[in-house]
């Protein structure tokens, strides 16, 4: 699980930097941050990533909608993709894991559970 | 003569006869003899057998029993690694949460000490409150130095055009916290619970030193969450002081900025009719 590249989509600062701070236990991780959905688009054209971690509620373009476009394209098809949401209903889980999103964190997350759920998704994809 | 003769031939055949028959008898006492000297051999020899049983069995039972010993050793070695598993887990998960509480404390200090900008600050300060403690509804209130109030400068998740009041230091559960500086904490809310302004489900004295600049009031948690955790107190603590250190340093250079605007322009008044001059 060493250098893996993440790319993380959220217009939180506060929330980009837990996410980010929690991503480094990864032992030479990349991290490329992006603002909303348009930007983490532009920031998929142009750099390598092995997995997208985004919000849902954004401006500009939403994550169920980034999810929905990086699943369309050739290239990011098959990128691994982790919703971190407020939304605690179970519909809007469904709704982003539908859209083909692996897996879905609540807010406020436990740095503990995000690593277990990459843990995860990065075990079952081999 | 004869006569004496054949009693003494008659006597002599008794004799031999006697005879032979003592030396059957001899012969079967020493068969008898033979016998009994190997049933004494056999059982001197089976008696031996026997020893040597009980020797062998001797010497397993006092095995038997250092096995015993060693499994029982091995059982409490087995236990205590056990045990220290055990610890090792719960540390792990102690350390973890440690870490997750540190991260969230690190990000909160570092955000809220990033910029001097006002608004900035509050927005920070919102969003500390929603994405690290988890609150849906809350509002933060500034005391006005002048009239004493409490106002209400920030808010999220209440209905729309809700008229929020101002508060009295003293006054209610706010202006009690207000005015002791001791935070209030309803650790759940009860199911019925409906948001009502006056009585939050927590209230976070923003304090410098022992001054009271403010409150923050949280009225609803998020849906997924169902109580504050011992990470959440912690981040209380770090708003009440540092949410109002910048908060106020935001505010004081905001105003210092405004001033110096002001002195600026009064300057270029002074300043400009002299070189058109």
Known sequence: MDGLRFLVVEDSPTMRQLISFSLKRFKGCKIVEAVDGVDALKKLQTEEVDMVLTDINMPVMDGLKLVSLVRQNVKTKDLPIVIIT????????????????????????????????????????? | MAEDHNDLFKKSQEFLQMLSQQKDFIHELLRENERLRYQVASLQNSSGDQTHLAMELEHLRRRLEQLEREKKELREAYQRVEEENKDFAQRYVEIEDQNNNLANLYVASYQLHSTLDFQEVVHIVMEIIINLIGAEVFSIMLLDEKTNELGVIAHEGYEEGMAFPA??????????????????????????????FLHPIACIPLKIKENVIGVINIHKLLVQKDAFTAV???????????AATAIFSSKLYSQSERKLTTIQGFLDLLTAPASKG
């Open chain 1, 86 to 126: 407020t939304e605690g209903a179970q519909e809007d889980r469904d709704r982003g894991l539908a859209l083909g999103a692996n897996a879905y964190i609540s807010k406020p997350i436990q740095s503990s559970h995000l690593l277990k759920v990459i843990g995860e998704i990065l075990e079952k994809n081999g």
């Open chain 2, 232 to 242: 959440d107190y912690e981040l209380f603590s770090l708003l009440a002081a540092h």
């Open chain 2, 167 to 196: 508060i009295r230091i003293a006054e209610g559960v706010i202006g009690e916290v207000a005015k002791t500086g001791e935070p209030y904490y309803i650790n759940q809310a009860s199911e019925d619970y409906r948001v009502d």
